[in-house]
């Protein structure tokens, strides 16, 4: 999951400074509740521990802009450069990504130092009346931090869905529910036609979601609300995960070596299913989105329902316009949850889930990744993933639109993934 900067006219130091304070804030309390051993531990390869996200999202403006624009910065500590940089290859070597959990030093009190350290470095840069450009790079600093902001808690969550305790990162109490359509899902016709597509409006944008071209849709109908539980244990009873005919031939082979029976963190105790959540082990909510599923799984259920995913200028289109409410990292929930029967029109486009689109994570017509070490943010990891769209229940508000594009391996399922069904007119 990751973009770069176009700026198609700058942020004023004023509002990216405030940007910039809410933001390490919102970071800095996510990794309060945390322990050292939580903070450092190392779940799989694809996860990283709570403290490197905590780190790197820091050294990533300490080397991209203090150490470019701060003539007087003094670097907290030369060694962060090797055990902080993800996956900048013109930036140097740095600890393997499969080893970041072997990073116990240093500890999380030293790695708060480091942010306070950062913090105060970059808050007096803004105030100096910096170029346009550096402020840019400020912004885009903030918004790669939202990003691992989601990833700390999808890393958090598959981490302590390892411990036999199942703990909870948030107060496990029941959250207050209202009421919730458990009809079948409604489908919304759309013309298509020639559409716009790709962003091309005020403040910041990931590089990746430009530049705005036309693309050509066949009428098609959207579904109004995600996929269910309740849908998915009905794949599942009708024998979802063992009809080879229901899956592309990549998926059919991950279900084999994988063994995968159930969407992930499932678990069946006493005739029922329980998940793991952020708020420890729950019983899975029938009406609330499916979640922690698979690329190849999202395309089985759409072929066992007789439909098909929709494309991500499907999805774009019927989103424009849209307000951009939902149920996101703010309302703390950090579940999903279930479409309500009060709400008219096509519902959940944003938040609860992101949605898995049949879109392979292309370029679109003219796109440039920028020059320099940050082009290295999103156009190189154009091969081999598939487009998700809307935003989750852990992403942070503010930090998704109608063009936000992310993107993951198809047999990824720690993240809050679920889908939509479409179908051709
Ligand atoms: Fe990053």
């Known amino acids: 999951m990751h973009g770069s900067l176009t700026a198609p006219q700058a942020s004023s130091s004023i509002d990216v400074l405030d940007l910039f304070r809410s933001v390490r804030t919102a970071s800095r309390a996510l990794g309060r509740p945390l322990s050292d051993a939580d903070a450092t531990v190392q779940s799989m390869p694809d996860a990283s521990p709570a403290k490197w996200h905590l780190a790197h999202t820091t050294w990533f403006f300490e080397t991209m802009v203090l150490g470019q624009h701060l003539s007087d910065h003094r670097i907290f500590d030369p060694s962060f450069n090797f055990l902080f940089n993800s996956y900048y290859e013109s930036i140097g070597e740095r600890q393997p990504r499969p080893k970041r959990g072997m990073i ?34 400020i912004e885009l600093g ?33 959250v207050a529910v209202s009421a919730v359509d458990q009809g079948p899902a409604g489908f919304s016709a759309l013309e298509g036609g020639i559409v716009e597509i790709g962003f091309d409006g005020q403040g910041f944008s990931f590089d990746c979601e430009g530049p705005r071209h036309r693309a050509l849709l066949e009428p098609f109908e959207l579904a109004d609300r995600l996929v269910t539980n309740r849908e998915w244990m009905e794949f599942m009873a009708d024998d979802g995960y ?83 409410i939902g149920n996101f990292a703010d309302s703390d929930r950090l579940r999903p949850r279930a479409a309500s029967p009060e709400e008219a029109g096509i519902r959940q486009m944003y938040g609860d889930v992101w949605e898995w689109t049949r879109s392979a994570f292309l370029p679109y017509p003219r796109f440039k990744p920028v020059e320099g070490a940050v082009g290295e943010y999103n156009g190189k990891f154009m091969s081999g993933q598939f487009v998700l769209r809307g935003g989750s229940c852990v992403t942070p508000p503010g930090h998704i639109r109608p063009t936000y594009r992310n993107f993951f391996p198809p047999d990824a399922r720690w993240q809050f993934s679920g889908l939509r069904l479409a179908e051709d007119a």
């Open 142 to 174: 903030c918004h790669h931090e939202q990003q691992h902001q989601e990833l700390l808690l999808t890393d958090i969550l598959h981490l302590f869905a390892q411990s036999p305790l199942r703990p909870a990162y948030r107060d496990p109490s029941p």
């Open 242 to 324: 063992r009809n080879p005919l229901l899956w592309l031939s990549a998926g059919w082979a991950t279900v084999g070596a994988e063994g995968w029976t159930a969407p992930l963190y499932w678990r069946e105790r006493d005739g029922q299913y329980w998940t793991m959540t952020l708020r420890g082990e729950q019983p899975v909510d029938p009406d609330a989105p499916v979640t922690h599923v698979s690329y190849y799984e999202a395309d089985a259920f759409a072929t066992w329902a007789g439909r098909r995913l929709p494309s991500e200028f499907e999805w774009e289109h019927a989103a424009a316009g849209k307000p951009l």
């Open 104 to 137: 116990t030093r240093p500890s999380l009190d030293e790695i708060f130092d480091y942010r306070a350290h950062v913090d105060a470095a970059v808050e007096r840069l803004l105030m100096s009346d910096p170029a346009p450009e550096v402020i840019t790079l």
